[in-house]
């Protein structure tokens, strides 16, 4: 079946995510996030996009991205052959280095803009891997690094910080006590839901359903008592891929449902 073509941001910002094939690491030693950054900063030159906010994980990258004269899918093909190029070099290795083509999401208003750069911050401190301003690989501390010159930055950060406050010491402030802030239970469920994984069709869920469920009256689950049809819900959703709004449709009931379900899980 052919790929679809993905759909325009409007505003031109794309969520973009690469993660390494069978989710082994991308990055081995310094001098590989170092490399990275660096190709950043060539493909910006060449293509002229902004970067609003970026983390560079062990086995897989989180970038978004407003294009500018390039489309999104030619900046992030740039950034991931060079990638893996030198990688492929370095450790003497063949084949593909990213899972398949890479993910993006649309991000069409200032709330997800914003609600996005923090999530991308917080994935050091949620992997429990560093605190934010301690992780080296990540825009986090661009925000707030006077003392860095500006060929060594490849975070455009005037934009976000002018939606807080004009006076760049108080957005600053603003912006740290922001990203500090968890985020809020709903917008946290979608942009999880969007992180690095393999997703199911509909029809392969209808499957697990039928075959390991043994349900095979997919639509009498809306019938069943609350405490039944949430324990449904909470099977579902162990399946990986599967996100709580394709459990919603698959049943045919609400997210709100299937979310309430969720958060009964211990």
Not at 55 to 76: A, C, F, G, R
Not at 157 to 166: C, D
Not at 234 to 245: A, C, L, M
């Amino acid at each position: 079946m052919p790929r679809q073509p993905r759909r325009k941001s409007y505003s031109k910002v794309y969520h973009c995510m690469l993660r390494g094939v069978n989710k082994q690491d991308i990055f081995f030693e310094e001098k590989d996030y170092l490399e990275f950054q660096n190709i950043i900063r060539k493909t910006k030159n060449n293509f002229l996009y902004q970067l609003y906010s970026y983390v560079l994980m062990p086995n897989h990258i989180h970038l978004e991205i407003k294009e500018e004269s390039q489309k999104i899918s030619k900046i992030i093909h740039s950034v991931g052959t060079s990638y893996a190029n030198y990688f492929n070099k370095k450790y003497k290795r063949k084949g593909h280095l990213f899972e398949n083509r890479f993910l993006s999401k649309n991000v069409e208003t200032t709330h997800y803009m914003l609600d996005l750069v923090r999530y991308i911050h917080q994935n050091p401190l949620k992997a429990g891997i560093s605190k934010m301003e301690q992780y080296k690989w990540s825009s986090y501390l661009e925000y707030f690094d006077d003392m860095l010159k500006e060929e060594d930055k490849i975070t455009d950060t005037e934009e976000v910080l002018s939606m807080f406050a004009t006076e760049k010491e108080q957005a600053r402030k603003e912006f740290f006590q922001f990203n500090a802030k968890t985020l809020k239970f709903r917008e946290s469920i979608e942009l999880m839901e969007y992180e690095m994984k393999s997703r199911l069709t509909d029809e392969e869920v209808i499957y697990f359903i039928k075959e390991e469920l043994e349900i095979y009256n997919i639509q009498e689950i809306q019938k069943y008592n609350t405490k039944n049809r949430d324990a449904i819900i909470r099977k579902i959703k162990r399946i990986k891929g599967v996100t709580q709004v394709q459990i919603a449709r698959v049943l045919g009931i609400s997210v709100r449902i299937v979310q309430r379900a969720c958060c009964q899980e211990t």
